[in-house]
């Protein structure tokens, strides 16, 4: 693998090596109005949820590499201490590009990019109509990691109000991924869609111990055809397979016919990578098969 020392390395460099690492991040488009009244819109991925209790978001305003200075948002947020952070999803991802611009400080970005500003409730930055989400905010601290071009100032938010468009609550109260249809930012113009087929669940309780990598059998640890994902799936299980469900399986046809072949194992596991393609409902026999 490739070292890279952060000490040894050009800021610009280490940048997109870090930025291409850790991706993708949702993007806050965040609204801010100085002490004039003048509203500012710039989209950040350095951002994130903290809290829930109480509800924190955290972004980062970073000094610019090229000449070391700072951004509106920044100054904005030292004067008024407020913001409204808007999640982008793809019907404004255009849009939201055109408020990275780095356009003079009497200029309303809002008015750049064709969005509609619309009134906060408790706090004085406008909200982004388009926005499927709003979130206004107090600023309740902002820590400074540098002073160097590239260094971070980490303005930690406190939600004091959430604007939900209706259209993408489901049925259980929950947000439907698919209908919020979020952007999330990579290194350099990547971007990447979260909805459609990049979206899947990954289910796993955290409470009910499962039985680990450690107890599967050693000639499925040791395997040279079954992925991680594979591996994963069967540490995932609660209990091992009973002696009732692993005879069941001898039956099977393609058991039969793996069992024939010159490499058994190597065969076996072929079919349980291919079971596992379909956990839901092929997750126990694939176990079976596992310990068989």
Known sequence: MRRIIPAETATKDLHQFLVGSVAPRPIALVSTIDENGQPNLAPYSFFNA?????????????????????????????????????????????????????????????????????????????????????MECQVKDIITLGDHGGAGHLIICEVVMMHIAENVIDSNNRIDPHKLDLMGRLGRAYYVRASGESVSPIVQSVIELTIGFDQLPKAIQNSTVLRGNDLGLLAGLHAKPSSAEIDAVKSDPEVIKAMEADNPTEALHGYIRTLLENPKDNLKKAAAIAWL
């Open 50 to 134: 903290f809290s829930s209790n109480p509800p924190i978001l955290v972004f980062s305003s970073n000094r610019r590499v090229s000449n070391n200075t700072t951004k509106d948002t920044l100054s904005n947020v030292f004067a008024t201490r407020e913001v409204v952070i808007n999640m982008v999803n793809h019907d404004i991802v255009r849009q939201m590009a055109v408020t990275s611009v780095e356009f003079p400080t009497e200029v309303n970005e809002f008015e750049k990019a064709g969005l509609h500003a619309v009134p906060s409730e408790l706090v004085k930055p406008f909200r982004v109509q388009e926005s499927p989400v709003h």
